[in-house]
């Protein structure tokens, strides 16, 4: 299959790339690995008259520490998140859903930019980001803003950035001394992509007892999901395998996922507990003090 015909630019700055969205307004797309862009167009789901490339523009790739968070440039692929020595010493939720993205070309060519900005619900990004309380800094011509991740992804496919806005960096909190993050994922056999998945981000005192949780749960609605009776029920307890247990079996409470061609509701409900366990123990099991 083709795309219909297309322009491209190749944008050298994100002033450039925020001007040239501006100028063609609706006719235009901006284009990062083109992972998820390009095979919509060959199914023309989506028939942009022109690309604004993003890979062209500098400074907008790699992984930083800016006081006590990672920022993670937009353009950063997920090989480069998986492998770096910062997410690996810190965010090793991250690195696991980095890791099992797509393929070795996806995750040679696909961004966390493009991933977080498309909001694909089968996604692997935001459900960990969601669990790491990740923030997004988006840039139009009139400044910049920051949007909490838990106010970020909207709908199906649909984020809280304007049409004029790029997203730029991604900001993660580092973790203090004693937390862990995990993620894990039940893949679709075909495609790879989420059936249903869970990142959880656990902060446990020298005693054993929880002091802090976010659990996020993918595959059962329209984007990531905060799974908050689960992170209630950890609150203050100890760690152990049956409380463990016990909270992850509310991961689907105050869920309303919809059946699809892949799995139903009670079969999506049901591995959201076994996932939202695999990720919380592994968190634990991570936490060092
Ligand atoms: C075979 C295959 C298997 C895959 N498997 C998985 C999987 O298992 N898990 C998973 O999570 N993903 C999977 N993906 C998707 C992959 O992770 C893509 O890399 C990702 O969804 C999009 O990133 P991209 O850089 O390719 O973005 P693009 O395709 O270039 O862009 C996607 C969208 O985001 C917009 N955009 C891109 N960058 C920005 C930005 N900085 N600011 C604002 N808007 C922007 C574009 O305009 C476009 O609308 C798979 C893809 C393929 C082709």
Redesign the pocket.
């Known amino acids: 299959m083709f795309p219909a015909s297309f322009a491209y630019v190749a944008a050298r700055s994100v002033e450039e790339a925020l001007e040239l969205m501006v100028k063609h307004g609706e006719e235009g797309?901006?284009?990062?690995?083109?992972?998820?862009?390009?095979?919509a167009m060959k199914l023309r789901l989506?028939s942009p008259r022109t690309l604004i490339d993003?890979g062209t523009v500098p400074g907008?790739r790699g992984v930083r520490v800016d006081g006590d968070h990672l920022v993670i440039g937009?353009?950063t692929v997920?090989t480069d998140v998986a492998s770096s020595e910062l997410v690996r010493k810190h965010l090793l939720g991250l690195a696991d859903a980095t890791s099992?993205?797509?393929?070795i070309q996806?995750r040679n060519?696909?961004?966390i930019?493009?991933?977080v900005?498309?909001a694909?619900p089968?996604?692997?990004?935001p459900v960990i980001l969601t669990a790491l309380n990740a923030s997004f800094t988006?840039q139009s011509l009139s400044g910049s803003r920051s949007i909490a991740v838990d106010d970020f992804f909207t709908d199906f496919f649909t984020t809280a950035?304007n049409s004029d806005?790029?997203?730029?960096e991604i900001h993660v909190p580092i973790p203090a001394t004693g937390t862990g993050s995990a993620y894990a994922k039940l893949?679709h056999p075909a495609?790879?992509?989420?059936v249903v998945s869970a990142g959880a981000l656990i902060a446990r005192q020298a005693s054993g007892s929880c002091t802090a949780a976010r659990v996020a749960i993918g595959g059962l609605g329209t984007g990531p999901l905060r799974a908050v009776a689960t992170e209630l029920e950890l609150q203050g307890k100890p760690l152990t395998p049956q409380i463990i247990a016990a909270a992850a079996a509310k991961a689907a409470e105050e869920t309303e996922p919809v059946e699809d061609s892949y799995a139903g509701v009670e079969y999506k409900c049901h591995v959201a507990t076994v996932y939202a366990r695999k990720a919380i123990e592994a968190a634990v099991e991570r936490v060092k003090s």
């Open positions: 797309k901006l284009l990062a690995g083109g992972h998820s862009l390009i095979p989506q993003l907008l937009a353009l997920h099992v993205i797509g393929d996806v060519r696909g961004t930019g493009g991933s900005a498309h694909d089968a996604a692997d990004l988006v950035m806005e790029i997203l730029t893949p495609s790879g992509y989420v």
